[in-house]
Each structure stands twice: as C-alpha cells, then as structure tokens.
C-alpha cells in the first residue's frame, strides 16, 4: 500500500456543506448509520434473526424481531456505543465527522458550541467515538515494524535518555504517563495504548502479541528490547543517545510522528488528558491514523461498523481508574 499523508488528491474529502446535505435531518442519518451497520439486510442485535419488522409504532425503537423466543424491540444504536443515547443520528453523524476530520482532535468545548450540546453530553460523546476507536489488528503484523515509547505529562524529551527508565518507572520521582506503539510499516497501521511499565515483560510482550515471529523490528536502544531476539525477531535500533535517528531504514520516523501528532492535540485541544482515560485519547490518533487513506465518507463508515459490539456507559466512564491499558500479550513469555 503506498504510503500518504492525509489530503492527497485520491481521498475523497467532504465539505461541511455536503456533510449537511448528506444528513439533513436524523431520519436521514438514522436510515445511513443502518445501512453502514447491516447493509440492507437488519439483523436483530439481540438473537441474530435476520426477520425483522421495520417502521414499529415506537418512538425510539424502530424494528421488532419475529423470532418466535426474542420479539425483542430494537433501534440502529442498540448494540453499539450509541445505545441508549438520546442525542440523534444527525447529531452523531456530524461529530463523528468533526472527529475524523480534526487531526489534532476536538475538545469537548468546541462540540458543545458545535453542536449545541451541553458540554458533558459532549465529552461523553467524544469518549463513546474513540471507543469505536478501539481496535486490533486483524491479522498479526508481518513487519518490519517499529515501536517506540512515549511519556505523557510534562515533557520527556527534556529527560536524558539514560535518566528515563530510571525516572519514569517512579524511582526518581518523575511520574509520567507511558504510552507504547507498534507501527507495521507495510500497511501503515498502528496499534498503541498506555502501559505501566517499560520493562522487557511488557514491552517485549506488547511487540509479541501484535507481530508475527521473527519480523524485522526497529527501536531505539532502550534495554527492555533486548529479548526480542533471543523470540526470533531480528531488531535493530537506532542510538538516540547518541544523536542518531536514522541509519539506513533502522529508524522509529513513522511511529514518532504519530506520537508528535498525539502532543500537538494534547497541547492544542486537550490541555491535559486525564489518566483514567488516556487509552481512548490514544485509540482516537491511532485510530486516526489507521483509517488516514480512506476517504472521508469511507472513514465515517468505518466508525460507524467498528461501533457495533462495544457498550460504554456513562456511570463506568466517570468511575475512578485507568482504563484502556493495552492488554498484557496473551501469547508465550517465554523471556
Ligand atoms: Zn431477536
């Protein structure tokens, strides 16, 4: 796949006044984000039937399932991120458009006068899209792929690199946000997500679960790589501390401009993203940039179909904890 930054002339873009013109009232909408979702051929959310009754006399739950044990009522959002959400399909589709289209992404304060929302409404709306952010590949990366970590709050590359680990692990009292990225090169996707740790367990471990053995893996010099080889894979690494960034293709280029678009929102829209909810900031510029070769309309549709299956409810969204870590590799560990 040729690789390209967003606004080349094959994206097919959409202009705000086309946005409005393609959904110009939440029946509209609601009729797009269920053709997105089931492409002509509904399916009941709760039983999987495929016999369905349209146009139910229901205020908010258009179709009925006829299987004979399920009779269940249901709408477009049932199922997804969007259940039980009143704000409408226009609404949904419009901010889901501002998200895709926003690079350095949308504060909550900016949709809320957008969209006329109140701005709590907007930041769960926000939070329920980078929830549809949340992805896996869908195949192991064949590589090479690079990985690289980055340090939210405050800022790290004023810390000498053989300081870091150091004071990043809490030692020397710098308690830093980590955030750990794997960019396949070939297909330009990335998965990343915070961790607590820059140990060789975890960040060998995320490399692992996401790539296939013995790929072509680039870092930097930090130690915690070094048991990549004895798994097979064959990883080079640039010497950061020594003022060396590329070598040849051993080098971190493409993953360390995700994470200098990650900084960009998080000094020009987001100001401070709290820890509890640093993995869905992560998903919405990881998820940003996987779909950056798509078209506008196509990328819009790629949210709606990655909202089915997910459920994100307000009362567990303001509960106190980290959420979104990237999963401890469930693949051997045999380091
Ligand atoms: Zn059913």
Redesign the pocket.
């Known amino acids: 796949m040729a690789k390209s930054a967003p606004g080349k002339h094959y994206r097919k873009g959409l202009t705000l006044t086309a946005l409005f013109d393609k959904f110009p009232d939440d029946k509209t909408a609601e009729a797009w984000f269920a053709a997105q979702r089931w492409g002509g051929n509904i399916t009941?959310p709760?039983?999987?039937?495929d016999n369905v009754q349209t146009g139910a006399a229901h205020k908010t739950m258009p179709y009925r399932?006829r299987?004979a044990d399920?009779?269940?009522r249901f709408s477009t959002k049932t199922g997804t991120v969007l259940e039980a959400s009143n704000i409408g399909c226009r609404l949904w589709a419009i901010a889901i458009y501002l998200v895709l289209t926003n690079l350095k992404g949308i504060s909550s304060m900016k949709l809320h006068r957008d969209l006329g929302v109140t701005q709590s409404t907007a930041w769960f709306m926000l939070h329920r899209i980078r929830e549809a952010f949340a992805n896996g590949p869908d195949t192991l990366f064949m590589g090479p792929v690079e990985v690289d970590e980055t340090y939210v709050d405050g800022k790290a590359k004023n810390i000498p690199l053989r300081d870091r680990k150091r004071r990043i692990t809490g030692r020397g009292g710098v308690d830093k946000a980590i955030v750990v990225g794997v960019l396949d090169r070939p297909t330009g996707q990335v998965v990343a997500g915070p961790v607590h740790h820059t140990t060789s367990r975890t960040l060998v471990g995320i490399v692992h679960s996401v790539t296939d053995d013995g790929a072509q893996v680039y870092s930097d010099e930090h130690r915690s790589y070094r048991p990549l080889a004895s798994l097979g894979y064959c990883r080079e690494a640039v010497m950061h501390s020594a003022a060396e960034y590329v070598r040849g293709d051993i080098h971190t280029n493409s993953i360390e401009s995700l994470w200098s678009m990650f900084k960009r929102g998080y000094v020009g829209a987001y100001h401070h993203m709290s820890r509890a909810h640093l993995g869905r900031y992560v998903n919405e510029f990881a998820g940003r940039h996987n779909v950056r070769e798509m078209g506008t309309p196509q990328q819009m549709a790629a949210v709606v179909g990655d909202m089915v299956g997910k459920r994100l409810r307000y009362d567990n969204l303001v509960a106190v904890g980290p959420v979104g870590t990237v999963a401890e590799p469930d693949r051997s560990e045999p380091w």
């Open positions: 009941c709760h039983c999987g039937c399932c299987a399920c009779r269940k």
